[in-house]
């Protein structure tokens, strides 16, 4: 056992590479599977910790590849797809929008840039940077020289319109609480 076996064994790979090859071929199906299972017999034998006395080396180097061409035909198999999973995977529905989906969904953007004008220009401004730029409503507040409460209330009106031009909310709607008339 020793280095000089291992030697032996990637001098008898490397002159016998195309025979060994066109064996394996046969046996894989492409030149490709074939090459993968030479070079990963290359790596078994550079890699091992041991090689053992080797009587026979050419015959044990046709073990090893044998082996790594049996591992890779199992693999290979455990990869393959059944006829009706093939067939499935043909029937899976689509996340792309189709013609109408399209369509419809250009005028709804338009009908919202349309509301979207419709609102007065601070309501549009709060709600565009906001909803649009996604800053906080404190530092949109802050900025405008708002109250908090008031530029939240500002963004839930421009909802409300766009939601009912969009006919997603019956006009006149509100969906913000209602405050407790305060007795003082």
């Given at each position: ?88 995977s043909f029937e899976l ?18 009908a919202l840039q349309a ?70």
């Amino acid at each position: 056992m020793g280095e000089s076996d291992r030697a032996t064994l990637l001098r008898l790979l490397l002159e016998q590479y195309q025979t060994l090859e066109q064996r394996f071929v046969r046996r894989l199906g492409t030149r490709a599977a074939a090459s993968d299972a030479l070079h990963d017999a290359y790596l078994r034998i550079r890699m091992a910790r041991a090689v053992p006395k080797l009587d026979d080396a050419a015959s044990y180097l046709g073990r090893i590849v044998g082996n790594v061409a049996a591992d890779h035909r199992r693999s290979a198999s455990r990869r393959l797809l059944s006829q009706t999973e093939i067939a499935a995977s043909f029937e899976l529905p689509s996340d792309v929008p189709g013609p109408d989906g399209i369509a419809e969904s250009r005028s709804e953007v338009m009908a919202l840039q349309a509301a979207l004008r419709e609102l007065p220009a601070r309501r549009r401004a709060i709600f565009i940077a906001a909803r649009v730029q996604g800053r906080p409503h404190q530092a949109i507040a802050d900025s405008l020289g708002l109250s908090r409460r008031t530029v939240e209330t500002e963004i839930q009106r421009a909802l409300d319109h766009c939601a009912a031009r969009l006919g997603k909310l019956p006009a006149g709607t509100c969906t913000l609480p209602r405050r407790k008339a305060s007795r003082g």
